[in-house]
């Protein structure tokens, strides 16, 4: 079972470069999740979509844009990369049945702006 | 204010021995879903447990539990048996019902680095 397939698993940019991180999910999940988590920290929420054609910003959305044209992918464009945006990237999805369904990880692209 | 808050930074434990982590979390909505993930050296986030804020009973997954209290908002994760395998960072998330039925992403702490010395 692949569940959530994220790639590349490492990247190196250059300021000012840009990007795309891949997410793929063959849960049939309506929900899907990008998440960041720098350095001894929790993760905090970029953006989410609730379904194919439908987007909305989380905590941390600037810098980062997000497209959900189909109910498997949902990829997270980083635009301008600054040295800000250092961190370890995670995509996230879930059954849309309220509070109580957890959501399943990808295994994480840890992206470094030099 | 935090939402989650997660007050040990890091744990020593013998192995075999039983450990609580603790987690308070401050929400007003009265729907909202606890959880309990951990994160191993080698970086991914690895689902554990499950406390919905209706539920009568405490969660319980194997050598995982959790303990309630919502009176006092807090959501402690035990481990019974602690095994060298069990070392890892652990986060508290929490995931509220608002008016969007849950969809909002997880709120997480700051997490907990548990080690199980031998």
């Known amino acids: 079972n692949a569940g959530v397939t994220q790639t590349p698993k490492f990247r190196i940019l250059k300021i000012g470069q840009s990007m795309t991180l891949q997410c793929t999910q063959d849960?049939?999940?309506?929900?899907m999740y990008w998440y960041r988590q720098d350095p001894g920290m929790g993760l905090k929420l970029i953006y989410y979509?609730?379904?194919?054609?439908?987007?909305d910003k989380g905590e941390v959305p600037n810098g980062y844009n997000v497209s959900r044209s189909t109910t498997e992918d949902f990829p997270l464009r980083l635009e301008l990369a600054a040295p800000s945006q250092t961190s370890v990237y995670f995509c996230?999805?879930?059954?849309?049945?309220?509070?109580?369904?957890?959501?399943?990880f990808g295994d994480g692209t840890r992206l470094s702006i030099l | 204010a935090q939402k989650i808050t997660q007050t040990q930074p890091g744990m020593f434990v013998q192995e075999k021995e039983a450990v609580t982590l603790d987690c308070t979390y401050d929400?007003?909505?009265?729907?909202?879903?606890l959880f309990w993930y951990k994160q191993p050296s080698s970086g991914e986030m690895i689902f554990l447990i499950y406390q919905g804020s209706y539920d009568q009973q405490n969660a319980t997954e194997g050598r995982y539990s959790l303990n309630f209290q919502k009176a006092r908002k807090s959501a402690n994760l035990v481990i019974s048996a602690s095994q060298l395998g069990d070392s890892a960072m652990y986060f508290c998330?929490?995931?509220?019902?608002?008016?969007?039925?849950?969809?909002?992403?997880?709120?997480f702490g700051k997490g907990t680095h548990l080690i199980i010395q031998p």
């Open positions: 996230a999805s879930s059954s849309p049945v309220g509070v109580s369904q957890p959501q399943h």
């Open positions: 929400t007003s909505d009265p729907s909202y879903g």
């Open positions: 979509s609730v379904g194919a054609g439908i987007t």
């Open positions: 849960m049939n999940h309506n929900y």
């Open positions: 998330a929490m995931r509220e019902g608002g008016s969007g039925g849950g969809a909002d992403g997880l709120t």
